[in-house]
């Protein structure tokens, strides 16, 4: 069984600063790649950055340069960190894992969800 727990959302100001975790637990996470997906209301879910098991990395364009996705195997744990944030950065954002190191879509395996809200 494979359990994905956010933590870190929040209400920020724009320009503003957040960083996400996830926690892993259950035969996840070293080996297999992990990502981000966000889904603001009346959009649809999106990629927004993922790692493998190399640190090989996948933004959306629309993060680029503004976040960072990183993982630290020892805890088990995936980040997010989330600088210059945007309004349109406001959405809830989810962890997800792969069943396979490589894969740069991970998403077969999502947390629950953790919600960010930028304000203007």
């Given amino acids: 069984q494979v359990q994905l727990v956010e933590s870190g959302g929040g209400l920020v100001q724009a320009g503003g600063s957040l960083r996400l975790s996830c ?3 259950g035969s996840v996470f070293s080996r297999n790649a992990m990502g981000w997906y966000r ?3 009346g959009k649809q879910r999106e990629l927004v950055a993922a790692i493998t098991r190399g ?3 996948n933004y959306a364009d629309s993060v680029k340069g503004r976040f960072t996705v990183s993982r630290d ?3 088990n744990t995936v980040y997010l960190q989330m600088n210059s944030l945007k309004t349109d950065d406001t959405a809830v954002y989810y ?3 792969a069943k396979t190191g490589w894969s ?3 998403n077969d395996y999502w ?3 953790t919600q960010v809200t ?3």
């Fill in 73 to 75: 195997n020892a805890k």
């Fill in 39 to 41: 889904q603001a209301p």
């Fill in 23 to 25: 926690t892993a637990s």
């Fill in 55 to 57: 640190d090989h990395t």
């Fill in 118 to 120: 930028v304000s203007s």
């Fill in 95 to 97: 962890c997800t894992a």
């Fill in 111 to 113: 947390g629950q969800g």
């Fill in 104 to 106: 740069l879509i991970p």
